[in-house]
């Protein structure tokens, strides 16, 4: 059974720092494409990043609300994706899912097999 557990969130003052992290277990995602997405009260779920092998190298993608701000990453020997934030704003404040794809790749809609349960940030003003 493949889950993908999601841990590290929590509520942050805007212009502080949080990493999230993605754990799997079930199966290996080394060659799979990654992602976390999140959804704000009263909001479509929206892509954050992702990460995926290639067989040109890794690639990632970042959307244009954070991609200045946050950074994903994984670990393929721990079988965890990171997403680490900074400068958190307000508009940060959503549940993040941690979601993983059976192939590579890492679309923006949610083409994605996996889904973790989700977790909450918080940033205040």
């Known amino acids: 059974q493949v889950q993908l557990v999601e841990s590290g969130g929590g509520s942050v003052l805007a212009g502080e720092s949080l990493t999230l992290s993605c754990a799997a277990s079930?199966?290996?995602?080394?060659?799979?494409?990654m992602a976390w997405f999140r959804q704000a009260p009263g909001k479509e779920r929206e892509f954050v990043a992702g990460?995926?092998?290639?067989?040109?190298?890794?690639?990632?993608d970042h959307s244009d609300s954070v991609k200045d701000r946050f950074n994903i990453s994984r670990d393929d020997e721990k079988n965890t994706v990171d997403l680490q934030m900074s400068n958190l704003q307000p508009e940060d404040t959503a549940i993040y899912y941690c979601?993983?794809?059976?192939?590579?790749?890492?679309?923006?809609?949610?083409?994605?097999?996996?889904w973790g349960q989700g977790i909450q940030v918080t940033v205040s003003a």
């Open positions: 979601a993983g794809r059976l192939s590579s790749g890492i679309p923006r809609t949610e083409n994605y097999k996996w």
């Open positions: 079930g199966r290996s995602f080394s060659k799979s494409g």
């Open positions: 990460i995926s092998w290639t067989w040109s190298g890794t690639i990632t």
